[in-house]
């Protein structure tokens, strides 16, 4: 299937690995223009060079930093004009138990995975929506649904977002003009953030391999996903094809949150 994005402009955050790679392959193979973001320089080069080789026609571009702070979303934004994809995500908060986390715990939270990602979609729907087309992608959890009970900042930093796009989205002014906002929620996939939750629910290394089947044996796949799929499914959401999607909290998760909606 051509998605119909060939040529166009994409931001990737936090894709130098992981859910954030995976979308930044698939977009790449598309002939999508290209400007990633990561901490990590070296793994982030890394990417970029694969990207490349990947897809020789495109430009990929690479803008290092904490996308968190204001002066790396400035970068970001200047290196990608115009901005027609936007592909929100960010490493979750830390496991732990809400008794050990103060005021301060909690706003990084807020600031990393609610408030970044809206301080990216102000900066980038209107000119979405002056050209006619627009895509933004937010990568959240699937604890939105089904929350994790050590994963406490992230339930709760994550669930702000989603009420956020929710009436975001459904604005005639963005969604009659081929402006579209969703809300990925990935299950179990294997990355490194799974294995630190992994680690933090295990006694130690000699129990993770057993805490990791135990997990895979709740989800009716038998097994955890595949970055290469994610991205796949994210591709798909930015295409020509998916203009009547907005404002849905899309799981993927291999079948493992039981309820009926």
Known sequence: MDLGIQGRWAIVCAASQGLGKGCALALAREDVNLVINARGAETLEQTAAELRSQAPGIEVRTVVGDVSLPVVRQQLLASCEPVDILINNAGGPPPGDFRHWDREDWLKALDTNMLTPIELIKAVVDGMAERGFGRVINITSGAVKAP????????????????????????????????????????????????KTLMAASRGDSDL??????????????????????????????????????????LIDGGAYPGTF
């Open 148 to 195: 994790i009970d050590i994963l406490g900042l992230s339930n709760g930093a994550r669930s702000g977002l989603t009420g956020f796009i929710a009436g975001l989205a459904r604005q005639p002014s963005l969604a009659a003009r081929n402006v579209t906002l969703n809300n990925v929620l990935p299950g179990a996939f294997d990355t490194a953030r799974l294995q």
């Open 209 to 250: 391999e057993a805490v990791a089947q135990s997990r895979r044996q709740a989800i009716p796949a038998g097994r955890f996903g595949s970055a290469d799929e994610f991205g796949a499914f994210c591709a798909f959401l930015c295409s020509i094809h998916s203009g009547y999607i907005t404002g849905q909290n899309l």
